[in-house]
């Protein structure tokens, strides 16, 4: 079975991009443009693993972490942002989010820690 990986980002560009590249990889792809998108989908698919963006309109990657964790959610995190906010990243660490990447980032980079992050 498929490991599920959950791509959240209102930048419709970086989703096709992550989706395009992790498709490849054999993962099942999901993606979301928002907050409420994304809980649906965690509820619904229960992802193992969510690419998290930290700047989204409506609900931001640390209200989205909060309530994912108030769901019992058990997926992995890791945060994306475009943003050096050192108290955001410091804050969704404490909410168990595993590890961050700057935007722009490197594509590789990004496939490597997810593959270490999902592998059994």
Do not use: C, W
């Amino acid at each position: 079975m498929n490991k599920k990986l959950l791509i959240v980002d209102d930048q419709y560009g970086i989703r096709v991009l992550l989706h395009e590249v992790f498709e490849k990889d054999g993962y099942d792809t999901y993606e979301a443009s928002n907050g409420k998108q994304a809980l649906s989908i965690v509820n619904k698919q229960n992802p193992d693993l969510v690419l998290l963006d930290m700047k989204i309109p409506g609900m931001d990657g640390l209200e989205i972490l909060r309530e994912m964790k108030k769901m019992g959610a058990e997926a992995n995190v890791i945060m994306m942002t475009a943003y050096g906010e050192l108290e955001m990243i410091n804050e969704a660490k404490k909410l168990g989010a595993l590890a961050h990447f700057a935007k722009p980032f490197d594509i590789d980079e990004v496939r490597k820690k997810v593959k270490e992050h999902l592998a059994v």
